[in-house]
Antibody, heavy 118, light 107 residues
Framework: QVQLQESGPGLVKPSETLSLTCTVS????????WTWIRQPPGKGLQWTGY???????NYNPSLESRVTISLDTSKRQFSLRLTSVTAADTAVYYC????????????WGQGILVTVSS | DIQMTQSPSTLSASVGDRVTITCRAS??????LAWYQQKPGKPPKFLIY???SLESGVPSRFSGSGSGTEFTLTISSLQPDDFATYYC?????????FGQGTKLEIK
């Protein structure tokens, strides 16, 4: 059974960099797209970006200038970096696996709330 | 980006009711649509892909239909566990987008 677990600081100051890590257990890292999705409090879901097991990335155009997703297959981890954060980046951040059959997300982490505040 | 619009935003229903949620895309997405169920404080749960294919383990009272720009999620006989928020998501474009959600409440 595939399990994903997010980790990282729950509080980030404005203008600083948000950094999160997702650890994957069970299943294969290869041939999947590893994804970050966020959800501001009380709001809907926003796809942030993904990294394929080969290292290819694809980002939400609205965040592309600030976001980087990286993958460490030896640690079975992938990471999110979001620079120059503002209060609008406050959200629950989920890591998820995009299915190899299509662009839907079949496994999700429990999510981590990141608050941007001084 | 392809915009996804769900209706209604909130739906009140009773156990045993048949309910339908609609999701419209701003352009054709063929059948590249997924549905998720989310309960408070939990991650979304994947229900349906390719507009009408049920994920393994999802109860058969859930069904999806549609193609092009209009899609529906139907729950044939509501159970207490089904009261949650439902989201559609398109994956026709590589900039994936979700609907704003439909909250299914107990009447």
């Amino acid at each position: 059974q595939v399990q994903l677990q997010e980790s990282g600081p729950g509080l980030v100051k404005p203008s600083e960099t948000l950094s999160l890590t997702c650890t994957v257990s069970g299943g294969s890292i290869s041939a999947y797209f590893w994804t970050w999705i966020r959800q501001p409090p009380g709001k809907g879901l926003q796809w942030t970006g993904y990294i394929y097991s080969s290292g290819t990335t694809n980002y939400n155009p609205s965040l592309e200038s600030r976001v980087t997703i990286s993958l460490d297959t030896s640690k079975r981890q992938f990471s999110l970096r979001l620079t120059s954060v503002t209060a609008a980046d406050t959200a629950v951040y989920y890591c998820a696996r995009r299915s190899s059959y299509g662009g839907f997300f079949d496994y999700w982490g429990q999510g981590i709330l990141v608050t941007v505040s001084s | 980006d392809i915009q996804m619009t769900q209706s209604p935003s909130t739906l009140s229903a009773s156990v045993g009711d048949r309910v339908t949620i609609t999701c419209r895309a701003s352009q054709s997405i063929v059948n590249r649509l997924a549905w998720y169920q989310q309960k408070p404080g939990k991650p979304p749960k994947f229900l349906i892909y390719e507009a009408s294919s049920l994920e393994s383990g999802v109860p058969s009272r859930f069904s999806g239909s549609g193609s092009g720009t209009e899609f529906t999620l139907t729950i044939s006989s509501l159970q207490p566990d089904d009261f949650a928020t439902y989201y559609c998501q398109q994956y026709h474009s590589y900039s994936y987008t979700f609907g704003q959600g439909t909250k299914l409440e107990i009447k």
